[in-house]
Nanobody, 112 residues
Framework: QVQLVESGGGLVQAGGSLRLSCAAS????????MAWYRQAPGKQRESVAS???????TYADSVKGRFTLSRVNAKNTVYLQMNSLKPEDTAVYYC??????WGQGTQVTVSS
């Protein structure tokens, strides 16, 4: 049974930082592409960042230069470091594995 468990969300002031974690109970974690998505109220879910098994990363234009996605295969975990947060980053953030499995989400709220 695949489980993706996100943590690290919370309330932060604009300009602040948070680090999200996604712990995966999944076979062959090291070969899987992992990603973060987010969904703000009334909006569609959107891709934030992804990382391949080789460590190549891609980012949405809206978060480039502020967010950093990394992975530690020995811990079956990916991390999303979010700096210089803006109110428009407020959303539920979801972890995804291989464009198939989803976590339950963690709320990030950025106050102005």
């Amino acid at each position: 049974q695949v489980q993706l468990v996100e943590s690290g969300g919370g309330l932060v002031q604009a300009g602040g930082s948070l680090r999200l974690s996604c712990a995966a109970s999944i076979s062959s974690f090291g070969i899987r592409t992992m990603a973060w998505y987010r969904q703000a109220p009334g909006k569609q879910r959107e891709s934030v960042a992804s990382i391949t098994s080789h460590g190549s990363t891609t980012y949405a234009d809206s978060v480039k230069g502020r967010f950093t996605l990394s992975r530690v295969n020995a811990k079956n975990t990916v991390y999303l470091q979010m700096n210089s947060l803006k109110p428009e980053d407020t959303a539920v953030y979801y972890c995804r594995a291989d464009n198939h499995y989803w976590g339950q989400g963690t709320q990030v709220t950025v106050s102005s």
